[in-house]
């Protein structure tokens, strides 16, 4: 199972991006899926997730601002983001719980790199 992720780039302040996460390989489903972040010198926090019922949460720091969805037929993630701010810059990780023979297991996809700066 591998993810590829897509979409950072540097931003002004108060603009948008769209990050995607794509799934790719042999596995049985894909349950819950989601964002996280991480900023040089800190740690990696979650930004938003959403179950394979469809349910969301978001960190409060982005609540309102971002938006997590997925698409089951393209077994894809992903989070629009606007608004952004200085403070949103970080390297953002999509997670998957896929489960595959044997079980069902969280992977990652390789970052992408989101930069606001003007």
């Known amino acids: 199972v591998q993810l590829q992720a897509s979409g950072g780039g540097l931003v002004q302040p108060g603009g948008s991006l769209r990050l995607s996460c794509a799934a790719s390989?042999?596995?049985?489903?894909?349950?819950?899926m989601g964002w996280s972040r991480q900023a040089p010198g800190k740690q990696r926090e979650l930004v938003a997730s959403?179950?394979?019922?469809?349910?969301?949460n978001y960190a409060a720091s982005v609540e309102g601002r971002f938006t997590i969805s997925r698409d089951n037929a393209k077994y894809t993630v992903y989070l629009e983001m606007n608004s952004l701010k200085p403070e949103d810059t970080a390297a953002y990780y999509c997670?998957?719980?896929?489960?595959?023979?044997?079980?069902?297991?969280?992977?990652w996809g390789q970052g992408t790199q989101v930069t606001v700066s003007s």
């Open positions: 959403v179950g394979s019922g469809g349910r969301t």
């Open positions: 390989g042999s596995f049985v489903g894909i349950y819950d």
């Open positions: 997670r998957m719980r896929v489960g595959v023979r044997g079980g069902s297991f969280d992977y």
